[in-house]
């Protein structure tokens, strides 16, 4: 929004300063300026929780109802009721299945449990060798220990939902910024003209 208004009053004052500001220019400048504010989201909602949000030029791969292939695309556009994505209009309902990767909670916590294994076990060897001077070697307790957190948090850590079916828990909707689920971009406001 404040980019879109810089630019209009940039505009503006290089076209007064030239004497050539005309009414066709003023009007397209403030449709410049209008298109910045209206970027819509694609959420697909689980209740009242935001599982995936896809904005314009996001990649789209999803399945339609009685199809077994899976469409590689991007969104294009987005209206009420669809998809646009660079080939075709999907509407919603036709949509069986969108895929995509989502970290959840389990996911870190078992990268966690990875991390924390590995460390310890390197620590156990570094404290074994370097500091108590004696030949490397396997602690009964510390090994089974890091053994085991890696083994749990392994399957943790990479098991991952590719995908989700659309079903009547599951719902896609196009927002706006009028929206409770909309979500504004972290870069819309970058200018390049702030110092950084």
């Given at each position: 929004?404040?980019?879109?208004?810089?630019?209009?009053?940039?505009?503006?004052?290089?076209?007064?300063?030239?004497?050539?500001?005309?009414?066709?220019?003023?009007f397209f400048l403030v449709v410049q300026a209008i298109t910045c504010?209206?970027?819509?989201?694609?959420?697909l909602l689980k209740g009242e929780t935001v599982m995936l949000r896809l904005r314009a030029g996001d990649d789209f791969v999803f399945r339609l109802k009685g199809s077994k292939d899976k469409r590689v695309s991007y969104v294009n556009n987005l209206l009420p009721g669809a998809v646009v994505t660079h080939r075709d209009t999907v509407p919603f309902d036709k949509i069986e299945r969108i895929y995509f990767r989502?970290?959840?909670?389990?996911?870190?916590?078992?990268?966690?449990?990875?991390?924390?294994?590995?460390?310890l076990f390197l620590?156990?060897?570094?404290?074994?060798?370097?500091?108590?001077?004696?030949?490397?070697?396997?602690?009964?307790?510390?090994t089974t220990f890091c053994m085991s957190a890696v083994g749990v948090g392994l399957p943790m850590m990479l098991i991952k939902k590719k995908s989700q079916r659309i079903t009547y828990k599951y719902r896609l909707?196009?927002?706006?910024?009028?929206?409770?689920?909309?979500?504004?971009?972290?870069?819309?406001?970058?200018?390049?003209?702030?110092?950084?």
């Open positions: 929004m404040l980019i879109g208004a810089s630019f209009f009053l940039i505009w503006v004052y290089i076209f007064k300063t030239l004497k050539i500001i005309s009414p066709v220019v003023v504010l209206g970027q819509k989201q694609l959420v989502k970290s959840r909670f389990y996911n870190r916590l078992g990268g966690a449990l990875v991390v924390f294994g590995v460390g620590i156990d060897q570094i404290n074994t060798t370097l500091i108590q001077g004696e030949d490397a070697s396997l602690d009964q307790g510390v909707l196009t927002v706006d910024k009028n929206s409770v689920f909309y979500l504004p971009d972290p870069n819309a406001n970058f200018s390049p003209f702030q110092d950084n």
